[in-house]
């Protein structure tokens, strides 16, 4: 497969350490490392196979975490014995910290960014408690890149293994799935994540749905969200958003 999506809101490998963290519902402070490395790298094995364009602070994480991982693995140093050794996770837990509580803060500023929005408004305008349903105070939040990499690896994980095959001609396009997906969105207000494979023939069609998936993503034609975590992710156009 030759085409690639490169994603202007492409989570970085931090996201992506912090998105798994709080998946497996690990401790921060004590990361079971050959474990968040494994599954580091299966993230980076499906980017690879989607043909993503995987921006290079992500192989060096993976290196990092692949040098953190010798470190503990060997057995500590006799003449360190009296000198306490320093955790080899110690900078890596620094960095994650850090770049959560950036997050965090910018969330928060976008929060009082909107709640502003509702304060001195013109006679007749909208408020916030007064906006439609679905415009503010939804149920929904948006899903992440990660989400809908989990979501897709469940995917992939449920087709029959005789499905594995190597495909000799291109069925599909995902320009014609992109056309394909935004006139099923245009009649359908909402579609769920898993219905978007149920008619797929086989692996190469469903992973060229999904390149067309990220690809509308990308273009912010349509909106990606799901009312809590492992929850069903829907699809729907951009702007069309609805309780």
Request: aromatic share 10%.
């Amino acid at each position: 497969m030759t085409y690639k999506v490169k994603l202007e809101v492409f989570e970085g490998p931090l996201d992506l350490l912090l998105y798994l963290i709080k998946e497996e519902e690990l401790d921060i402070y004590d990361i079971p490392i050959t474990r968040i490395t494994g599954q580091y790298l299966e993230y980076l094995n499906l980017m690879e196979l989607l043909d993503l364009d995987i921006a290079g602070e992500f192989l060096v994480m993976a290196a990092t975490l692949t040098e953190i991982k010798s470190r503990m693995l060997l057995p500590p140093d006799p003449e360190a014995a009296e000198a306490e050794e320093a955790d080899p996770r110690a900078e890596l837990v620094r960095r994650l910290l850090e770049y959560k509580a950036f997050k965090e803060a910018a969330s928060s500023l976008r929060g009082f960014e909107a709640g502003r929005a509702d304060l001195f408004t013109r006679p007749g305008v909208e408020t916030g408690q007064d906006l439609p349903s679905g415009r503010r105070d939804s149920p929904f939040c948006e899903a992440s890149l990660f989400d809908l990499l989990t979501a897709f690896s469940r995917v992939l994980g449920r087709l029959p293994k005789d499905s594995f095959h190597s495909i000799e001609k291109d069925e599909f396009t995902v320009a014609e799935k992109v056309h394909e997906l935004f006139h099923r969105l245009a009649k359908e207000p909402v579609v769920y994540f898993s219905a978007l494979f149920r008619s797929a023939k086989n692996k190469f069609e469903v992973i060229t749905t999904f390149l067309a998936l990220l690809e509308l993503v990308r273009m912010k034609e349509v909106t990606v969200r799901q009312s809590g975590h492992f929850d069903e992710i829907e699809i729907l156009r951009s702007g069309g958003a609805r309780a």
